[in-house]
Nanobody, 125 residues
Framework: VQLQASGGGLVQPGGSLRLSCAAS????????VGWFRQAPGKEREFVAA????????YYSDSVKGRFAISRDNAKNTVDLQMNSLTPEDTAVYYC???????????????????WGQGTQVTVSS
């Protein structure tokens, strides 16, 4: 599967952005899909994920209640709606997918075999 992340940009604190991860070459619904982010000088961190065919979503504590992950099987995309953004959300955001994960492993970036190219999100006034 090939992944293409898009939707990043510059937004003011308190604003919103919607990222999209478009898949090609396979059906994204058969994969666990995660969003991760990496800020300069920091390690890549988990943001949100779906486990394979299910619609149960998992979130990091830092984004719970502000971000929402959604899947559109018809479009073969997984989106990340980000609300109430703060400067601490500034990072490059990556989507990743893998068909072999077990539920307990969706939060660990090194478990994913397929990655999109990343999209920059900058939250600044």
């Amino acid at each position: 599967v090939q992944l293409q992340a898009s939707g990043g940009g510059l937004v003011q604190p308190g604003g919103s952005l919607r990222l999209s991860c478009a898949a090609s070459g396979d059906t994204i619904g058969t994969y666990s899909v995660g969003w991760f982010r990496q800020a300069p000088g920091k390690e890549r961190e988990f943001v949100a994920a779906f486990f394979r065919r299910g619609y149960n979503a998992y979130y990091s504590d830092s984004v719970k209640g502000r971000f929402a992950i959604s899947r559109d099987n018809a479009k073969n995309t997984v989106d990340l709606q980000m609300n109430s953004l703060t400067p601490e959300d500034t990072a490059v955001y990556y989507c990743a997918a893998d068909s072999r994960l077990i539920m307990s492993s969706v939060r660990t970036w090194s478990n994913y075999g397929y990655w999109g190219q990343g999209t920059q999100v900058t939250v600044s006034s």
